[in-house]
């Protein structure tokens, strides 16, 4: 691996922020993000990544590999809670491990930003579709998740019907940003959205430091819960991501071939969300801990792949290019 590449990522300034989130909690330090800007940074995110994948989703059409492309990442997103959530429920409650594979089956938008920066640093291309990829990967994972806890939980499955349970995680103020934003941006007049793009595009990178800034708070303060599961946990954090994420690096030159395309795929697979899915499982698994996969997906998995991650994962796509 390019070890110029793992320094510049560990030198990332949102992952530093991150990182000053955690060592402003262990200090017991008086620093906090308002609970209402924290909300508007949120939806922010969702609606700046939404309407950008639109936007792109709308210049570049819909040709055979765009296609190919949703197809395979609703896949990915769908499968992915599948097989963890058996993995995971062997050692932990249903409730748990319905929400950690609805985490790990859906992506991060804030790695998939990281890895777009590390691809223009390295002036490689990529598709603008691939936005659009990312924010369809949401909800599948969410109604994976949803689908496994109703059939598993006998209370999730005395306090709802299936399909109420899956509209609301459809209708949910994250899930439904994010795919409303994606539907305005395909449908809005060019012309128009240029108007609002310095919004849309110029602050992105500043918002995003300040909300990592609150998730290293968060992460740091919600690390006793996360701790009950010992190193089972941390393994799986580190193990399932890293596997998700070099066999699509590995496969996925089967019908893409743009390698810019790979990495981001890759780093999709690999990534778990921590904006969407624990808003969502507020809902669905209300007895899910968020102390375990809100430090599992950001404490662990997001530095693995900002640092050692991408430049793993481009490495296998090289060796199968």
Not at 273 to 290: C, E, G, R, T
Request: charged residues 10%; aromatic residues 12%.
């Amino acid at each position: 691996m390019d070890f110029h590449i793992l320094i510049s990522n560990i030198t990332n300034p949102t992952l530093l922020f991150f990182v000053l989130g955690i060592v402003a909690t262990y200090l017991k330090s008086d620093l906090e993000i308002p609970a209402s800007s924290s909300k508007f940074i949120s939806l922010y995110l969702l609606f700046s990544i939404g309407f950008r994948g639109g936007q792109e989703l709308a210049h570049s059409g819909f040709s055979p590999e765009i296609v190919y492309s949703l197809i395979f990442g609703i896949f990915i997103a769908t499968t992915i809670p599948l097989y963890t959530f058996f993995i995971l429920k062997r050692k932990m409650s249903i409730s748990d491990s319905g929400a950690v594979a609805a985490a790990y089956g859906s992506v991060s938008a804030v790695t998939f930003v990281a890895t777009v920066s590390f691809l223009e640093a390295q002036k490689i291309n990529y598709g603008g579709h691939m936005v659009a990829v990312m924010a369809l990967m949401e909800s599948p994972a969410i109604i994976m998740g949803v689908i496994l806890l109703m059939k598993y939980d006998a209370h999730s499955r005395s306090t709802g019907k299936l399909k109420e349970t899956i509209k609301h995680s459809f209708i949910n103020g994250s899930v439904l940003m994010i795919l409303g934003s994606l539907i305005i941006g395909l449908i809005a007049d060019t012309k128009q959205a240029e108007g609002i793009k310095p919004f849309t595009t110029d602050i992105f990178k500043g918002f995003l430091a300040i909300f990592l800034l609150e998730m290293g708070m968060v992460t740091a303060k919600r690390f006793s819960a996360f701790k009950k599961y010992g190193w089972f946990a941390t393994i799986f954090a580190l193990l399932i991501p890293m596997t998700n994420g070099c066999l699509v690096a590995a496969l996925s030159g089967s019908f893409i071939h743009e390698v810019g395309n790979r990495l981001i795929f890759a780093i999709l697979a690999a990534s778990a969300s921590y904006i969407a899915v624990p808003a969502a499982m507020k809902l669905a698994a209300p007895k899910a801990d968020p102390g375990l996969y809100i430090p599992m997906a950001l404490g662990i998995t997001f530095p693995f792949n900002i640092t050692i991650g991408i430049p793993l994962y481009m490495y296998i796509i090289h060796l199968t290019f």
